[in-house]
């Protein structure tokens, strides 16, 4: 160790957590600009102590790497933050009552926007209606977000608006519901959203500028130091990434972010991507795509009819054929890819595409992902390992609804492998977790301890989703922090505590190891350093200039 130069910050503790083992041990870590400069006792680093260095001394606090969050959606988020949530609404009529309420507080808001409504959660268990909407806002357009994201329930001043009547068309890959009578519900399926979000969504690069400093605020109190920004429905709408450099050259980007934009036919426009943004906070990552829906709305694509509903398997967003197409024309190209995939039927197509890019593109190092794989065939698990693809899972969504809903859509025999981890990750896969924010909160401990405990939608530690599916705590914490660092090619900067990597740390306010795993939920973070920089410390976020 060469400690003729001093660090700019030393951390130690109790309880240091590196992500190279499975439990943590006493030890200290000094900074020196945005490296990890040593890594040892705290005997080994104290002759980095100069008389500028600030000194983070802990007890049995958890020291750790920082959070990457490997599948999310920033501005969406940011949105969610700044609107209402019906989460906890009980009832159709409740839930449009809040709306109103929160519509007084905003008056001037040109569209009332909502997120989190679950009619599984309701005591009718129907889907809403605009008429209730109508009832209590009959003259400003609403927009509610499904707590999935995948379809929304909207008032008739939104459908106006829009332009949308009885007679208007469904888009490919989305559905205008309409009753027995052909009128309008008010629901709009998977791609019908869109027709409404261009409007509800027409944001002035200012205002998300204004709510992106909610997210970043909370991403830092979280803990949360890397994020994956992925392609989502409102995308076309949202995305502004020259908006991230514009705050990055400001030296406002307190999170590293990368970059997912949507996979389609114009590889041009993503090589220009990819070729702009590749600084160590902002940088491109590969391409996203969609090739099914959710198994709740009955859009996840199956292999056998859904168990309620057998009329439906489920669908593509767009033709095998033409999927297998793009991807293999992607990867031929050297993009890494991302799937959306949830239903059984759309994870094998999924790994049938990446299996066929190889054989005809040859095979490297692609580190292709599909996302969510909520329900898969037991012969389509050994395929992830055999082909390298990773499964990026969300272990808070077997929390986002009551798992009798899963067992009535799927069946007994296939909800054994309803959100699979330990399956997966015994069959040898790479598992990276993310939140999928704003589907889920944005906190990690819930994605952690959903992880370890698979406790269901009712919070009870009696009634445990698939048991067997649980990991170790140890497993759990590397799937947040090293996993998504490879799955971004970036294990040798990011993921673990070691010398000469990217100084993202974090410092817990308990040893997760050493408490019990009910505990997990209620642990906050006590600091926050991002590049060498502090930027959250107990309870206050610090600026980073």
């Keep these: 160790m060469n400690s003729s130069i001093k660090a700019?910050?030393?951390?130690?503790?109790?309880?240091?957590?590196?992500?190279?083992?499975?439990?943590?041990?006493?030890?200290?870590?000094?900074?020196?600009?945005?490296?990890?400069?040593?890594?040892?006792?705290?005997?080994?680093?104290?002759?980095?102590?100069?008389?500028?260095?600030?000194?983070?001394?802990?007890?049995?606090?958890?020291?750790?790497?920082?959070?990457?969050?490997?599948h999310l959606h920033i501005i969406p988020g940011a949105i969610e933050l700044d609107s209402?949530?019906?989460?906890?609404?009980?009832?159709?009529?409740?839930?449009?009552?809040?709306?109103?309420?929160?519509?007084?507080?905003?008056?001037?808001?040109?569209?009332?926007?909502?997120?989190?409504?679950?009619?599984?959660?309701?005591?009718?268990?129907?889907?809403?209606?605009?008429?209730?909407?109508?009832?209590?806002?009959?003259?400003?357009?609403?927009?509610?977000?499904?707590?999935?994201?995948?379809?929304?329930?909207?008032?008739?001043?939104?459908?106006?608006?829009?332009?949308?009547?009885?007679?208007t068309p469904n888009p490919p890959f989305g559905e205008i519901e309409k009753d027995k009578n052909g009128e309008l519900t008010g629901i709009l399926y998977e791609k019908a959203m869109d027709l409404v979000h261009k409007g509800a969504y027409d944001f002035s690069r200012e205002k998300k500028s204004q709510i992106l400093k909610k997210f970043f605020h909370l991403a830092a109190e979280y803990g949360i130091t890397s994020v994956n920004d992925m392609y989502a429905p409102t995308s076309d709408f949202l995305d502004d990434f020259e908006l991230f450099r514009i705050l990055e050259n400001a030296g406002e980007l307190p999170t590293r972010i990368h970059l997912l934009p949507a996979l389609t036919n114009d590889l041009e426009r993503s090589k220009d991507l990819r070729g702009t943004y590749t600084s160590n906070k902002l940088q491109f990552s590969g391409l996203k795509y969609f090739i099914d829906g959710v198994i709740t709305g009955y859009t996840a694509y199956l292999l056998d009819p859904y168990s309620d509903k057998p009329?439906?398997?489920?669908?593509?967003?767009?033709?095998?054929?033409?999927?297998?197409?793009?991807?293999?024309?992607?990867?031929?190209?050297?993009?890494?890819?991302?799937?959306?995939?949830?239903?059984?039927?759309g994870v094998r197509l999924s790994l049938d595409a990446f299996e066929e890019a190889q054989i005809i593109n040859g095979v490297r190092d692609s580190r292709h992902t599909i996302e969510h794989i909520e329900s898969i065939h037991p012969d389509d698990i050994n395929r992830f390992q055999q082909l390298g693809v990773i499964a990026s899972m969300q272990p808070q969504h077997l929390a986002l609804t009551h798992k009798e809903v899963y067992l009535s859509r799927l069946g007994e025999e296939r909800d054994k492998l309803t959100f699979a981890v330990n399956t997966l990750k015994k069959a040898g896969a790479r598992i990276a977790f993310g939140s999928d924010f704003p589907v889920t909160s944005l906190n990690p401990m819930l994605e952690i301890y959903r992880a370890v405990t698979r406790v269901d939608?009712?919070?009870?530690?009696?009634?445990?989703?698939?048991?067997?599916?649980?990991?170790?705590?140890?497993?759990?914490?590397?799937?947040?922090?090293?996993?998504?660092?490879?799955?971004?090619?970036?294990?040798?900067?990011l993921g673990t505590i070691e010398v000469g990597k990217l100084a993202d740390i974090i410092v817990l306010d308990r040893n997760l190891f050493d408490v019990p795993t009910e505990e997990i939920v209620e642990t906050k973070v006590q600091l926050t350093v991002v590049d060498g920089k502090v930027v959250f410390e107990q309870g206050k976020v610090k600026s980073i200039h």
């Design 8 to 70: 700019d910050i030393i951390i130690t503790g109790d309880a240091v957590f590196t992500g190279l083992d499975n439990r943590p041990k006493p030890g200290a870590i000094a900074i020196i600009g945005n490296k990890i400069a040593a890594v040892g006792s705290y005997d080994e680093i104290v002759p980095y102590i100069g008389t500028n260095t600030q000194v983070y001394v802990y007890g049995n606090q958890l020291i750790m790497p920082g959070f990457h969050d490997f």
């Design 84 to 167: 209402i949530s019906l989460l906890d609404a009980k009832s159709e009529e409740e839930a449009a009552d809040m709306v109103r309420q929160f519509a007084d507080t905003r008056p001037e808001d040109p569209w009332i926007l909502g997120f989190s409504w679950d009619n599984s959660n309701w005591d009718n268990k129907q889907l809403p209606t605009r008429a209730s909407l109508d009832r209590v806002l009959p003259d400003r357009p609403v927009v509610l977000m499904f707590i999935e994201l995948h379809y929304a329930w909207v008032n008739s001043k939104a459908l106006e608006i829009m332009g949308i009547t009885r007679d």
């Design 311 to 345: 009329e439906t398997r489920g669908s593509t967003s767009i033709s095998p054929e033409l999927f297998k197409k793009m991807v293999i024309n992607a990867d031929r190209e050297g993009f890494r890819i991302r799937i959306h995939a949830i239903g059984d039927a």
């Design 457 to 493: 939608y009712s919070g009870s530690i009696e009634n445990v989703w698939n048991p067997e599916e649980g990991i170790a705590l140890a497993e759990a914490l590397k799937a947040y922090t090293l996993e998504p660092a490879y799955g971004t090619f970036r294990e040798n900067e």
